[in-house]
């Protein structure tokens, strides 16, 4: 199983970058998918995640720190999860990773760098 996880750069605060992490199945064969986040010498947190069963899926979770500004979809057709980021703050600099999981199989996506910076 192979993500690939696209979308960052180099961005003013409060501005918006939309990021995308497209697997290399279909995405209802995970159980939910998510992105993580790490800044420099801080641990990988999650930033928000999304049940992606075909029929019972979409739910979503979000961390405090971006709830009303970040947003995670899914995009079964293009088996592509998204994170729209708007109101992005210097704070939410870092690598940001895209995961699935299934029972207990896990999947990481290469890191894709979002840096908010004036």
């Known amino acids: 199983v192979q993500l690939q996880a696209s979308g960052g750069g180099l961005v003013q605060p409060g501005g918006s970058l939309r990021l995308s992490c497209t697997a290399s199945?279909?995405?209802?064969?995970?159980?939910?998918m998510g992105w993580y986040r790490q800044a420099p010498g801080k641990e990988r947190e999650l930033v928000a995640d999304?049940?992606?069963?075909?029929?019972?899926?979409?739910?979503?979770n979000y961390a405090d720190s971006v709830k009303g500004r970040f947003t995670i979809s899914r995009d079964n057709a293009k088996n592509t999860v998204y994170l729209q980021m708007n109101s992005l703050e210097p704070e939410d600099t870092a690598v940001y990773y895209c995961?699935?999981?299934?029972?207990?199989?896990?999947?990481w996506g290469q890191g894709t760098l979002v840096t908010v910076s004036s």
């Open positions: 995961k699935g999981r299934n029972g207990p199989r896990i999947s």
């Open positions: 199945i279909r995405i209802f064969s995970f159980d939910v």
């Open positions: 999304i049940t992606t069963k075909l029929r019972t899926g979409g739910s979503t």
